[in-house]
C-alpha cells in the first residue's frame, strides 16, 4: 500500500469494491427473478423493448411519404410530392412526421404511457418520434410539448407529451440543438376527451383553448417550433396549438408525433 494512504483510504476503498460488487450480484438476482418484459404484451423477453410478435406487428412509418402529413404512400411518387388530403385541406402547420402508424401494438404503448403509468415507455417511444423527426429537429429552435389542463395533469400527475420532448430533446440534441419549452403554450380550458367525437366536433371542442402566455411570446417570437405530442388524430388539436403558437410570433411550426392515424393504403389498379 503507498505510503499516502492511510488506513481509512484501504477501508473506504475496500467498502467501494464490496458495494459495487453487491449492486453487481442484486443485479444480477433481480435479472433472475423478474426477466425483463414486452413494452406490449408483458411476456418475458431477452432484453428491453419488444418481443418478436409484437414487434413484427408495429407499423414504422419511413419513406415515401407525404411530404407535409407524413402520411405513407404506398408507391414511390417521387421527392417532395403532396398528398391528395394536403393538397385538398393544407394543415396550418408546416410538416408533420410521426414514428408508427396508430394501431393495436402502437394503441397500447400510448395507452401505457398515458393511462398505466408505464413511465418506463417514454425513452423507447422517444427515440424513434426522435429518429423519424431528424430533419425537424435539425432546423428546430424550440420544441414545444401539447400541454394538459391543469386539472387532468394533477390528475395524472405527468404530462406524456413533455415526457416525449424530454426524450426528443435528449436523443437528438446538440449544442445548438432544440431545447424544450416547457411554457410556450398553455391549456387554458378543460376540454372533453376526443375519443368518440366526430372531426367537426373535435375542432369545436379545442377551439379557443390555448393561449401563449405573455411570459413566453419573447420566447417564441421567430423561432422555429417542433410540437410534440403523442398521438395524431383528425389533427384538432394539433392545429389549435400551432394557431396559438403562430399568433404569438413563432416563425413556423412543424408537428412530431408517437403516432399517427393512416387510412389504409389504396394501391392504384
Given at each position: 500500500m503507498p505510503t499516502w494512504?492511510?488506513?481509512?483510504?484501504?477501508?473506504?476503498?475496500?467498502?467501494?469494491?464490496?458495494?459495487?460488487g453487491a449492486r453487481h450480484i442484486f443485479g444480477f438476482a433481480l435479472g433472475v427473478a423478474l426477466p425483463p418484459l414486452c413494452a406490449a404484451c408483458r411476456e418475458p423477453v431477452g432484453g428491453e423493448g419488444l418481443c418478436a410478435?409484437?414487434?413484427s406487428k408495429l407499423s414504422f412509418i419511413a419513406p415515401p411519404y407525404c411530404a407535409?402529413?407524413?402520411?405513407?404512400?404506398?408507391l414511390d411518387p417521387g421527392p417532395d410530392t403532396l398528398s391528395m388530403e394536403a393538397i385538398a385541406d393544407p394543415p396550418v402547420y408546416h410538416r408533420a412526421r410521426a414514428a408508427v402508424r396508430f394501431d393495436d401494438i402502437a394503441?397500447?404503448?400510448?395507452?401505457g404511457?398515458?393511462?398505466g403509468d408505464r413511465?418506463?415507455?417514454?425513452?423507447?417511444m422517444g427515440r424513434w418520434m426522435a429518429n423519424a423527426g431528424r430533419e425537424l429537429t435539425a432546423e428546430a429552435d424550440l420544441l414545444v410539448p401539447v400541454p394538459l389542463h391543469w386539472r387532468r395533469q394533477w390528475a395524472r400527475r405527468?404530462?406524456?407529451?413533455?415526457?416525449?420532448?424530454?426524450?426528443v430533446a435528449k436523443v437528438s440534441g446538440t449544442a445548438n440543438g432544440p431545447r424544450v419549452c416547457h411554457r410556450a403554450l398553455k391549456r387554458v380550458k378543460a376540454t372533453a376527451q376526443q375519443v368518440g367525437l366526430a372531426r367537426s366536433e373535435r375542432a369545436l371542442n379545442v377551439q379557443g383553448a390555448f393561449r401563449v402566455p405573455a411570459a413566453a411570446r419573447a420566447e417564441l417570437a421567430g423561432r422555429r417550433v417542433v410540437l410534440v405530442d403523442d398521438v395524431l388524430t383528425s389533427g384538432a388539436t394539433i392545429e389549435a396549438c400551432t394557431r396559438a403558437l403562430m399568433r404569438a410570433g413563432a416563425a413556423s411550426v412543424d408537428v412530431l408525433v408517437f403516432a399517427r392515424v393512416v387510412a389504409p393504403a389504396?394501391?392504384?389498379i
Open positions: 494512504l492511510t488506513a481509512a483510504d484501504a477501508r473506504t476503498g475496500r467498502l467501494a469494491r464490496l458495494a459495487e410478435a409484437c414487434w407535409r402529413l407524413g402520411i405513407p404512400f404506398p394503441r397500447t404503448l400510448v395507452h404511457l398515458k393511462y413511465l418506463d415507455l417514454a425513452p423507447m405527468f404530462n406524456q407529451s413533455a415526457l416525449l420532448a424530454d426524450v389504396r394501391v392504384p
